[in-house]
């Protein structure tokens, strides 16, 4: 047990040292979206009657975050361990495969709630969105960003350079996350784009995210929660088989 | 009692390439065991093998009796491996390093070990110091002393003293053989023989994935049979004398000795040709010459 809490202890301290890279930038990030859009549509746009646009968006760039920086955590710090060989130390260390993800996924989740808490409390500055139900947030909070702390795992190892995580990123993670309802509500979109949307894995953690602030959501929060946790149990046993078999680790 | 380290018919291929090819080596515990061989004669794979960096293919290994695949925790936990490549985490320092490793291994509060291993080589000044402020040389000893913060029973050195210099070198060996005083196991892979012959009690020579020459470095040295001189004459050797030269530099000759008595017709034949003997050196068999003469046999 003392070899999975110190490969997380390690995970969280990283993070700490470049913490202005870490959790600073992407709250900032979170803030310059928060500032652009709340300014561009605030007047013209009203999603759930009653809410302010910016009090609307709030949640979705909190989640956006959350997962963003989840992915971002383990992918990142296993690729600089790959190609800078310092895995080695970890690799070496009688630390069980299931330790070894639990304690990067941890740490994803650590990272990717510390930031969603940092872009909320600053956009608080900006719209006071209602907080209806708590444990809902929490609670998809908590299970998107070991979604995607699991699938920055995967992604992490299976990449062999930074060109090809970027690609990752930039290809999958971003256009995910975007297409989600972040900045709308699915129900503005055309049909064919509403129906596209419900293949999104992101779309049920922003939805049901947002459910815990307004108590008001595109569709059952139930259902989303079935869907985000039925996503992390397949993504968590694939995850748990690729280290288990060694895949990229153990030539 | 379980040997140290014992490895049966062990295989490993990358690709059409038969790096490991039916591999049998026992180490018993409290050696000082070397591993020889030319580069890729798979002794790096060996070692990735015996620690869980890499699968093997066929056959058996383990550790004071813990199989490497199958009980990898208990087998881990013996073994203290320094990589041969420089590696580093940029984000912490020496003491940080060195924590961390001991928590992976299962230790708390194990400061007064790692203030022990950083003294003894010479890293107690850097303890606070960030790892990407250290010397190559610096790094190096933190690697050493990375694997030896659980008090492992079993080293394993990976080309441990390749582009080091003398002091750090002396620093090292005197603490791991300290260490081995105490009963722990060494493994080392080496490109300086020199360091082979004076440390390892027992030596393997790999070649092309095999196993071709496995004794003490005593039995090793001793089957070499004679010697070689070194000579610088005022004049070229005499024609009867040719057929014993191994090397030749102007005047400068080194000739094979069949033995010691051999030197006398030697210089027999140098004054009855009138040549005079301006240097002489006689020059006994190292391991290098072992070395080269098992590396020249066929497979």
New interface residues.
């Given amino acids: 047990m ?2 999975f ?3 997380f ?2 995970e969280t ?2 993070v700490q ?2 913490a202005f890279q870490t959790l600073l930038a992407p709250i900032l990030t979170a803030l310059l979206y928060l500032l652009i859009f709340s300014h561009v549509l605030e007047q013209h746009v009203e999603v759930y009657p009653g809410v302010r646009y910016t009090a609307f968006l709030i949640p979705g760039l909190v989640m956006m975050s959350v997962l963003q920086n989840a992915f971002a955590n383990s992918s990142s710090s296993l690729i600089q ?1 790959k190609i ?3 895995l ?9 495969y299931w330790e070894f993800f639990a304690a990067y996924v941890l740490a994803s989740v650590v990272r990717g709630l510390a930031v969603g808490l940092g872009v909320y409390l600053a956009a608080l500055w900006f719209a006071q969105p209602p907080l209806q139900f708590p444990l809902w947030i929490v609670l998809f909070a908590v299970l998107g960003s070991a979604l995607l702390g699991s699938l920055g795992v995967v992604a992490g190892i299976w990449a062999e350079k930074f060109d090809q995580l970027a690609g990752f990123q930039n290809f999958i993670i971003m256009p995910l996350t975007f297409l989600s309802g972040v900045f709308y509500s699915i129900h503005s979109l055309p049909a064919f784009w509403q129906d596209l949307s419900r293949f999104n894995p992101f779309f049920y953690m922003i939805d049901g995210f947002r459910y815990g602030f307004f108590g008001t959501s595109d569709i059952s929060p139930w259902f989303s929660l079935a869907v985000v946790g039925g996503c992390l149990l397949v993504m968590t046993a694939f995850t748990l088989a690729m280290l288990r078999s ?1 895949y990229k680790l ?2 | 009692m379980f040997p140290a380290v014992d490895a049966r018919q062990v295989h490993k291929h990358y690709g059409s390439l038969h790096a490991l090819d039916g591999v049998d080596l026992r180490i018993e515990q409290g050696e000082f065991f070397g591993l020889l061989g030319p580069n890729g004669a798979g002794k790096t794979t060996l070692i990735n093998l015996l620690a869980g960096l890499a699968l093997p293919d066929g056959g058996q290994i383990s550790v004071l009796g813990y199989d490497v695949v199958k009980q990898y925790r208990d087998s881990r936990r013996q073994l203290g491996v320094v990589p041969q490549e420089l590696v580093f985490d940029p984000f912490f320092t020496v003491r940080e390093t060195l924590r961390l490793q001991s928590g992976y291994f299962g230790l708390r509060r194990n400061d007064a070990w790692i203030d022990e291993v950083m003294h003894h080589l010479d890293l107690t000044d850097k303890a606070d110091t960030n790892m990407r402020r250290l010397s190559g040389g610096m790094k190096r000893r933190v690697l050493v002393a990375q694997a030896l913060v659980h008090k492992p029973p079993v080293i394993v050195l990976d080309e441990p003293t390749a582009g080091v210099d003398v002091e750090l070198r002396q620093t090292m060996w005197r603490f791991i053989q300290q260490l081995n005083r105490d009963g722990q196991t060494v493994l080392l892979t080496t490109h300086y023989l020199e360091e082979a012959e004076a440390l390892c009690g027992r030596i393997a020579m790999l070649k092309r994935g095999q196993v071709v020459a496995l004794d003490s470095t005593k039995n090793l040295l001793s089957s070499i049979a004679g010697c070689r001189v070194r000579l610088k004459l005022a004049d070229a050797l005499p024609t009867a004398l040719l057929a014993q030269v191994i090397e030749q530099t102007g005047t400068n000759y080194l000739l094979a000795l069949s033995s010691f008595q051999a030197l006398e017709s030697v210089l027999e034949e140098l004054r009855l040709a009138g040549v005079m003997v301006q240097e002489m050196a006689l020059l006994q068999p190292d391991l290098e010459d072992v070395f080269l003469r098992v590396m020249g046999r066929p497979c």
């Fill in positions: 003392l070899s809490y110190t490969l202890y390690k301290l990283r040292k470049v361990s800078t060989g310092n080695v130390f970890v690799l070496l260390a009688p630390i069980a060694g153990r030539g």
